[in-house]
């Protein structure tokens, strides 16, 4: 990809424009990373930007994605390219996006853009870093600072805030003085940013390792007020100190959220673990032994959806943490089950999920206890090499032949012996097909 980048940035050159790598890949091959897409910036307008493209030959072509803002998208080589004309935008009124764009030099466009780490421009054929901002000595100094003047610019767009916290964590950088006092003063105005793109940077930032801090920054500096005012809750909420060591509900969250394992890390497995608890505070009870939670499951799933709908994730992802959350106190019921149920959870497409979900949350007490978890996924694995040998779990009867064996027509009852008879399949009731027929025949 990076080679078709320099391909394109040379025909620009040799059409008479000036042409530069931009933004954030600039700063992820300054950092030592490899960036995950090119984008382009040119002097060439954005009618200039789709002739050159088009006449590539390297079964190119363009999408108008943003013409007015100045962008076209370049597919070359079956890579995308985000091409954008120099430009400046004039500022917004709603603290949302630019009423304008005026078509500008290098370095207005360099000026335009939110942190000195992603104001940069890279110039591949000459290899020569064009700076406007200082970016390269904060990057140095590993510093977050807002080109320009860091109130003025969260005023013209409040994702601005987002973006800030989610690079600093991303990155472990500091923030300059003057960036970290302007998005702690200006915190509340995060509540206008549109829920489809707050979810976007909560999810970005739950994504990444930093995702523990990043969240407790969130808290610090006033945002999650305005996000999710449900976690504050649990701050100074007490739990019992037999289990619960760390801290207080929030304090727990936050562990759990922190030692969860990187290539466990979805967005759903992030967010179950984050609020699993978030109904403690409604459901705190001091009982005359300890201090007791009881249903507290139930609400934290009820809680959870709320929380979801209002950022408008989809459905299914609601539906997935929501029952995550919901399921997290059963797993203390799963070696006493009866061997169908255990089985059906085993089977259940979110188990693993659960069962992570339950790590993370005795990761998140002190003192860490992991035998519950051990003995489960013990017999969790027992039961997946078993089920790999011979799967003895489907029905050893199909419909055809019940009908046959007891005389029933086509129809919901059918099902109903299907499931019937694989329960005591699990429970070993029935071992043979000639164990299955008896056992049919006595249902009938
Ligand atoms: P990532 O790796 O997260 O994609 P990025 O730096 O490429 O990081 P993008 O959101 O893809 O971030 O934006 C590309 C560039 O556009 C940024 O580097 C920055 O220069 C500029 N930019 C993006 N969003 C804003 C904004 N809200 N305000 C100012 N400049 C922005
Ligand atoms: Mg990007």
């Known amino acids: 990809m990076e080679s078709t980048a320099i391909k394109i940035v040379k025909t620009f050159w040799e059409a008479g424009f000036e042409a530069y790598f931009a933004g954030g890949s600039v700063r992820d091959l300054l950092m030592g990373h490899e960036p995950k897409d090119y984008d382009i910036a040119t002097s060439a307008t954005p009618d200039e930007i789709e002739k050159i493209v088009d006449e590539m030959h390297l079964e190119s072509k363009t999408i108008p994605i943003g013409k007015q803002f100045g962008v076209i998208l370049g597919i070359v080589h079956g890579h995308e390219f985000e091409i954008a004309t120099f430009r400046s935008d004039s500022s917004s009124s709603d603290g949302r996006r630019p009423d304008a764009v005026m078509f500008t030099s290098a370095k207005e466009d360099a000026l335009r853009r939110d942190f000195t780490i992603n104001g940069l421009f890279y110039d591949p054929l000459k290899k020569e870093v ?86 407790r920054e969130l808290i610090e ?154 003995e489960i996924m013990k017999d969790y694995e027992a039961f997946k090499n078993e089920k790999l040998l011979e799967d003895h779990y489907s029905p050893k009867l199909n419909g055809k032949e019940i009908m046959e064996l007891t005389g029933l027509k086509p129809g919901p009852k059918i099902q109903k012996v299907l499931n019937a008879l694989r329960e005591a399949q699990i429970e070993g009731e029935v071992a043979t097909k000639e164990d299955a027929e008896g056992f049919v025949r006595g249902l009938a």
């Open 130 to 215: 064009l700076d406007f901002v200082e970016g390269q000595k904060d990057i140095q100094k590993k510093l977050m600072r807002f080109i320009g003047e860091p109130h003025e610019r969260i005023k013209e767009d409040h994702l601005r805030l987002l973006r800030a916290i989610r690079f600093r964590n991303k990155f472990g950088f500091k923030y300059h003085p003057t960036t970290e006092k302007a998005v702690q003063d200006l915190a509340h105005l995060v509540k206008d940013v549109s829920k489809e793109r707050i979810a976007d940077e909560l999810n970005k930032m739950m994504l990444h390792p930093s995702r523990a801090r990043a969240m």
């Open 221 to 374: 500096l006033g945002l999650m007020e305005e996000l999710v005012p449900e976690l504050l809750q649990g701050e100074g909420v007490e739990q019992p100190i037999q289990y619960h060591q760390e801290g207080d509900v929030l304090d727990h969250l936050l562990k759990a959220l922190h030692d969860l394992p990187d290539e466990w890390a979805s967005i759903e497995l992030c967010w179950a673990v984050f609020l699993h608890d978030i109904g403690k505070p409604a459901t705190f009870e001091l009982a005359p032994d300890r201090i007791r939670f009881d249903g507290h499951a139930e609400m934290s799933a009820q809680i959870a959806k709320k929380i979801l709908k209002r950022l408008k994730f989809p459905k299914a992802m609601i539906t997935k943490i929501a029952w995550l959350i919901d399921h997290h106190m059963t797993i203390a019921l799963i070696p006493k089950m009866k061997r169908v149920h255990r089985v059906n959870l085993f089977l259940h497409p979110w188990f693993e999920d659960l069962m992570r979900l339950h790590w993370c949350d005795e990761h998140g007490s002190i003192p860490i206890d992991l035998s519950l978890y051990e």
